[in-house]
């Protein structure tokens, strides 16, 4: 789906890369950062994440910490583990 996301270069990058990861994948804020061309800037990438103006569209709900523990969600932790319990179901489903 097209979008025409409004923000600085950086956050465009991280919105980007938010976008490439499939559904029902999860990736880290250090592999985002990293994505970006900026592996130092993990924290910069959560900010980014934090502005994010379309979370369905732009699936910020599939980065999890380092550990892979859930973190910090606008929708809140119990609706960020239904979605990635909702998309590791249809993965599965669909075979990927």
């Not at 923000?7 to 994505?35: H, K, M, S």
């Not at 061309?37 to 999890?64: E, Q």
């Amino acid at each position: 789906m097209p979008v025409d996301l409004v923000g600085t270069p950086f956050q465009r990058a991280v919105w980007t890369a938010l976008r490439r990861i499939e559904p029902g994948r999860t990736t880290t804020y250090g592999d985002v950062a990293r994505a970006c061309g900026h592996a130092a800037a993990v924290r910069a990438v959560g900010v980014a994440i934090g502005r994010n103006p379309v979370s369905i569209i732009v699936p910020c709900h599939r980065v999890v910490g380092a550990s892979g523990a859930l973190t910090g969600y606008a929708g809140g932790l119990d609706r960020k583990r239904r979605l990635l319990e909702l998309e590791a179901a249809w993965a599965t489903a669909a075979g990927a």
